[in-house]
């Protein structure tokens, strides 16, 4: 297989700069390879946790709640209550924390339709359509946004596409591969769909609020409406980077024309046609059917006096989407012969647990954690303090979310699970800002803004070292440096222009999601 070699602009490896940056993200992987499995960081935690409440008890703290006036003193966990509570509410600590029950549902639900084949398909069938020119760096953006649904899978279905894509018209592979990637990886938290990601957040979210208000609920559509503009914006953004900055700084291809076997997807079937198709009609069919419950005034759906927004169809979200997955896993699979019968139904859902194991042992240990943060009333006294902290700052409402992004975008390279940082942050920032009138759903979503946008940038995320496979196919000399020259842009412009969209979104009023607003006052 002959090729034409021709010049490559050179990056500019030996600068200062770039000396610094690399020196930079040498310490963050040593300071990232220190740091234990995260079951094992909370349990430290939640050690470090009794032992902060036997002090502060012993000094005599008192914390006195915002919302009921009350005060009480901080309790000391290693006092003859303090063991019993930790003993006696171990279980109930585990089984009633709020992510548990709405994230295994889910991903039952979507477990089915990734096994089915049904999700890989139609990401397939949505890039390998596209031929035109100019609309292929746009799609591959697009998509790679919204395949989050497929959660780790998309990393490996959407950037070797791309890439094929890509050097069909002649253009660069490797930038085809940074597009893929940039999107999966920085756009990870946008979508116009709810997914997954939503409902763990909101549940840790949820849990992390009732430091302060046991009431307090963030719903796993409480950032939608603006994530789902986001979804807009970083598309452009994303087109923009790769077609005036990666592209052109990458030169003309000079390389084999073809990837190796194992990473080209082969054709679309007609099988696999006729099942995407009669997915789609069977997904209509379900949400003209929910339509038909919640549209009407008097949709059963509806809460009292015709309400949405509080009502048993929000609190069916998670029931409401299982139920979709399922139906559109198992129609796909019927037509396209993944599923021959209905005993293959509980086969996938259970082949799709092969992972919930990690996620099981990690929420037991932040279960506990925020349970003695929350008994022992250290939660609430730290909420104060750091409330106590940003008024004398006087940097309001927005400069408050924004340094929750900053101290997000910090910890984010070291720690590369996005649940595992959020069950960290959360029980310190969602009470600190809640004291000082925060929605805590606004909290959640400056978190999600650093922490996706840094997603490619962390030395020890999984994907970085597929993304280092798939590149090495087109350049063998590529390593570790070129994936972060490759998503640094990426990663530098979604969190500006993401950033930027939050603050207009803040200062103007518009709420993030049904029923979450935020007065600036």
């Known amino acids: 297989m002959s090729s034409t070699r021709v010049k490559k602009n050179p990056p500019a490896s030996g600068t200062f700069a770039s000396r610094l940056g690399f020196n930079f993200l040498n310490g963050v992987e040593k300071i990232g390879n220190l740091l234990p499995h995260p079951f094992i960081l909370f349990v430290i935690i939640a050690v470090g946790i009794v032992l902060a409440s036997a002090v502060a008890s012993l000094l005599g703290a008192e914390v006195t709640n915002p919302i009921t006036n009350e005060t009480a003193p901080v309790k000391s966990l290693v006092s003859a209550e303090g063991v019993a509570f930790m003993l006696t509410s171990m279980l109930d600590n585990f089984l009633s924390f709020p992510p548990l029950g709405l994230v295994v549902v889910l991903l039952l639900g979507l477990g089915l339709a990734n096994e089915s084949g049904v999700l890989n398909t139609a990401l397939r069938s949505l890039v390998s359509r596209v031929k035109h020119h100019r609309l292929i760096t746009f799609v591959v953006i697009l998509v790679g946004i919204l395949s989050n649904l497929a959660s780790e899978s998309a990393a490996i279905v959407v950037p070797p596409l791309a890439a094929l894509l890509f050097l069909s018209v002649g253009r660069h592979p490797?930038?085809?591969?940074?597009?893929?990637?940039?999107?999966?990886?920085?756009?990870?938290?946008?979508?116009?769909?709810?997914?997954?990601?939503?409902?763990?957040?909101?549940?840790?979210?949820?849990?992390?609020?009732?430091?302060?208000?046991?009431?307090?609920?963030?719903?796993?559509?409480?950032?939608?409406?603006?994530?789902?503009?986001?979804?807009?914006?970083?598309?452009?953004?994303?087109?923009?980077?790769?077609?005036?900055?990666?592209?052109?700084?990458?030169?003309?291809?000079?390389?084999?024309?073809?990837?190796?076997?194992?990473?080209?997807?082969?054709?679309?079937?007609?099988?696999e046609k006729k099942g995407l198709r009669n997915a789609g009609i069977a997904a209509l069919l379900f949400l003209v059917a929910v339509a038909l419950l919640i549209v009407p005034a008097n949709g059963i759906l509806r809460g009292e006096n015709g309400a949405v927004v509080k009502s048993p169809f929000m609190d069916s979200i998670v029931p409401l989407l299982f139920l979709l997955f399922v139906i559109v896993g198992v129609t796909y699979g019927k037509t396209a012969g993944t599923i021959k019968s209905i005993n293959d139904v509980p086969r996938l859902m259970i082949a799709s647990t092969k992972d919930l194991g990690n996620l099981l042992v990690l929420i037991f240990a932040v279960a506990q954690a925020i349970a003695y943060f929350d008994w022992s009333n250290l939660g609430l006294w730290f909420a104060i303090l750091g409330a106590d902290v940003l008024t004398g700052l006087n940097i309001g409402p927005i400069g408050s979310l924004i340094l929750v992004s900053f101290a997000t975008l910090f910890f984010s390279l070291i720690i590369s699970s996005g649940s595992a940082l959020w069950s960290l942050l959360a029980p310190v920032f969602i009470p600190m800002l809640m004291i000082n009138g925060i929605d805590p759903a606004y909290t959640q979503l400056a978190f999600r803004i650093a922490d996706s946008s840094t997603n490619m940038l962390v030395p020890l995320s999984p994907i970085l070292a597929v993304a280092l496979g798939y590149i090495q196919q087109y350049n063998r000399k590529a390593g570790i440096g070129t994936v972060f020259a490759l998503m640094i842009p990426y990663a530098v412009t979604f969190f500006v222009a993401w950033s930027l969209l939050f603050v207009i979104w803040v200062t103007t009023g518009v709420p993030i999601g049904p029923g979450e607003s935020l007065h600036l006052g």
């Open 174 to 271: 490797i930038a085809g591969l940074a597009a893929g990637f940039g999107a999966v990886g920085a756009g990870f938290s946008a979508n116009i769909i709810i997914a997954g990601t939503d409902v763990l957040l909101s549940g840790i979210s949820t849990s992390a609020a009732s430091i302060v208000d046991p009431q307090a609920v963030v719903t796993p559509v409480s950032n939608w409406y603006f994530m789902s503009a986001s979804t807009i914006l970083l598309t452009i953004v994303g087109v923009v980077v790769t077609e005036k900055i990666v592209e052109p700084r990458l030169g003309t291809y000079t390389g084999p024309s073809l990837v190796d076997s194992d990473s080209a997807s082969p054709a679309i079937t007609a099988a």
